[in-house]
């Protein structure tokens, strides 16, 4: 018998059908358009009812990535560039600043953190 869980990101839960009182600028840009990322839970919930691993060795290879960094493809590398202007303008973006983090070094590999 085959299982489908559903991984997809939701909308954060305070979200509603009238946040953008008629401004779709407020949801295509910014805090009000991320969505929650649903992988840990759906990974979770199959850990849960079918592993017999510890949950340590199922996100190991998460941890070590987010440690070293990641290779980014070169889709990605020519997006960031396209919107370099508006990623170092956006209040919510600047965190990567903050985490002494370049764009510059982004457009190649994630910088360590």
């Known amino acids: ?38 992988e840990l839970k759906g ?9 017999i691993l510890p949950w340590r060795n199922l996100i190991q290879p998460s941890i070590s990535a987010l440690k ?13 560039e396209k ?3 508006t990623i170092l303008q956006e209040k919510t973006l600047r965190l990567l600043q903050h985490l002494h983090m370049r764009l510059e070094t982004c457009l190649q590999k994630m910088e360590k953190f």
């Open 1 to 38: 018998e085959a299982e489908f869980v559903n991984f997809r990101e939701t909308a954060p839960s305070c979200s509603n059908e009238n946040m953008a009182n008629h401004n779709h600028q407020r949801i295509s840009k910014g805090g009000l358009s991320v969505a929650v990322p649903g």
């Open 43 to 51: 990974y979770e919930y199959i850990w849960k009812k079918y592993s």
């Open 68 to 80: 070293s960094g990641i290779t980014i493809d070169e889709s990605l590398s020519i997006s960031i």
């Open 83 to 85: 919107w370099k202007e």
